[in-house]
C-alpha cells in the first residue's frame, strides 16, 4: 500500500505563477484534506472534501482552489501563488467521521511538498 | 468552533527521565482528542486517539496519554524518554459535530542523550 502519494516533494514558482499539487490514496478514504504547516502556525486547514463531488473551506482558502472528480485524487491549485504561499503542503485522507475505528478519523498523511514562491 | 492550545513550543529533558508535553482543548460538544508526531523532513505520524471510556490511552513508542474532562486537557507523557523521541509533537481535536481535525502549534521536545 503506498498510502498518500504527494507530487511534487519540492517546487519553486516565481510570483504569479499557478501550479498544481498533486495528491492521491490508495486506502478508498472519502475524506481528504490539505493543510499547510509554517513555523510557530502549527498546521492549518486549507481546504477538504468528504467525498468525490464534495469540498468545502477550510481555515485559510483563500488563494487555493481544489476539486474532487475521483475517491483516490484531490489535487490543490495555487491559481497566482504569491510569497505568502511559500510553505510546505501536507495532503491527509482518513476514513469518513463516524465510521470505523470508534469514529474516530484517524488521518494518514503524505510526506510533504515543499513550495517556495520567489 | 474548535480549538486546540500547546502551551509550550520546547520541552527538554534528559534520556531515562519522564516526560509531558502538555495540550488543552476547546469543543462545545464531545471531544475526539489525538496526538501525532512529525519527525524531520517527514509527514505527521498518529502515536494515540481518545475517543471515549478509560482516561488513560495508551499509544505508539510507549507514549500515553491523560484525558482530563474537568481541566479540558489531554497531555501527552512517556516514562522514560528516548533521545529518538526528539521530534515535533502536535494534539489535535474534532469536535464530535465536525468532520474536521484543528491541531495545535505544535511542541518540540528535545530529548538530550
Known amino acids: 500500500n503506498a498510502g498518500v502519494t504527494q507530487t511534487p516533494k519540492f517546487q519553486v514558482l516565481k510570483t504569479g505563477q499557478s501550479m498544481t499539487l498533486q495528491c492521491a490514496q490508495d486506502?478508498?478514504?472519502?475524506?481528504m484534506s490539505w493543510y499547510r504547516q509554517d513555523p510557530g502556525m502549527g498546521l492549518r486547514l486549507i481546504h477538504y472534501?468528504?467525498?468525490?463531488?464534495?469540498?468545502d473551506q477550510g481555515e485559510v482558502p483563500n488563494g487555493y482552489n481544489v476539486s474532487r472528480s475521483t475517491t483516490e485524487d484531490f489535487p490543490l491549485r495555487l491559481l497566482s501563488a504569491a510569497p505568502s504561499q511559500t510553505s510546505v503542503y501536507f495532503c491527509a485522507s482518513s476514513s469518513k467521521p463516524g465510521q470505523g475505528a470508534g469514529g474516530a478519523n484517524v488521518l494518514t498523511f503524505g510526506a510533504g511538498s515543499r513550495l517556495t514562491v520567489l | 468552533a474548535q480549538s486546540v492550545a500547546q502551551p509550550e513550543d520546547q520541552v527538554n529533558v534528559a534520556e531515562g527521565n519522564p516526560l509531558t508535553v502538555k495540550c488543552t482543548y476547546s469543543v462545545s460538544g464531545n471531544p475526539y482528542l489525538f496526538w501525532y508526531v512529525q519527525y524531520p523532513n517527514r509527514g505527521l505520524q498518529f502515536l494515540l486517539k481518545?475517543?471515549?471510556?478509560?482516561?488513560l490511552v495508551k499509544g505508539s513508542y510507549g507514549f500515553e496519554a491523560e484525558f482530563n474532562k474537568s481541566q479540558t486537557s489531554f497531555h501527552l507523557k512517556k516514562p522514560s524518554a528516548l533521545v529518538s523521541d526528539s521530534a515535533l509533537y502536535f494534539c489535535a481535536v474534532r469536535d464530535g459535530g465536525y468532520s474536521t481535525l484543528t491541531f495545535g502549534k505544535g511542541t518540540m521536545l528535545l530529548v538530550s542523550p
Open positions: 486506502m478508498n478514504h472519502e475524506y
Open positions: 481518545y475517543i471515549t471510556g478509560d482516561n
Open positions: 472534501s468528504v467525498g468525490a463531488g464534495i469540498t
